[in-house]
């Protein structure tokens, strides 16, 4: 198998938590770290690759026939140094999630990951989760796997503003595939849809979530 890394480097202000705007500091590290990977320095013409461009089409839009409701806290074990969530650790924030909705999936393995941390999420908050789910059974291609998006919303905020976090999982059967809808299904500019829903609105959809099919869950099964 070949694999393809992509890299940012973000340097960060602990004391802010903000973006790092001491260039001078940044190109000391900068510096040694494009000599050793070989890549020149960049000249701010280059294209930004988008990530849904990154992943085959699948020809039809993320369509998940139920969707579930629960709640989540952020633990500490789930944070960095800090004590903000490390994206690794996302896929047990999602284990917790299955186990809490009973899903049907809930001992498979995660195969395929895609996530959108949109906002800072630190140990002890809370989130209302509503978690959307397509079966392997009920996809019409009868695909190996239940693909699964999270939608995080914090407690403390309200409206659209509170999403904080949208996941999307592959749970199955290996090797696990993204494609160009189920990662533009997590993108920010999804959130009104998936949230609209999720607080009792119509079922909407667009080239990348059709939401017409699915039914919220009265509990967990």
Excluded: W
Excluded at 108 to 129: C, M, Q, R, T
Excluded at 187 to 209: E, R, S
């Amino acid at each position: 198998a070949v694999c393809t890394g992509r890299f940012n480097l973000v340097m960060l202000e602990v004391k802010t938590m903000s973006v790092l705007s001491d260039n001078d500091i940044y190109e000391k590290v900068a510096v040694p770290l494009r000599a050793t990977l070989g890549i020149p320095k960049p000249t701010g013409k280059e294209g930004v690759p988008k990530f849904a461009r990154l992943h085959p089409s699948r020809g039809r839009p993320f369509c998940p026939g139920k969707m579930f409701r629960t709640e989540s806290s952020i633990m500490l074990s789930d944070c960095d140094m800090y004590r903000v969530i490390f994206h690794p650790q996302v896929v047990y924030v999602c284990e917790r999630v299955n186990f809490a909705i009973g899903a049907s999936f809930r001992e498979e393995s995660g195969v395929a990951i895609y996530a959108n941390l949109s906002k800072p999420a630190s140990a002890g908050d809370h989130f209302h989760v509503y978690v959307f789910v397509e079966e392997a059974s009920d996809a019409p291609s009868g695909s190996a796997q239940s693909r699964v998006l999270y939608l995080f919303v914090s407690s403390r905020g309200t409206g659209v503003s509170a999403c904080t976090m949208a996941v999307f999982m592959q749970y199955g059967d290996p090797p696990g595939a993204l494609s160009s809808e189920e990662v533009g299904a997590c993108a920010a500019t999804k959130f009104p849809l998936l949230h609209g829903f999720a607080t009792g609105g119509a079922g909407k959809a667009d080239k990348d979530i059709d939401l017409s099919r699915c039914e919220r869950a009265t509990g967990p099964r």
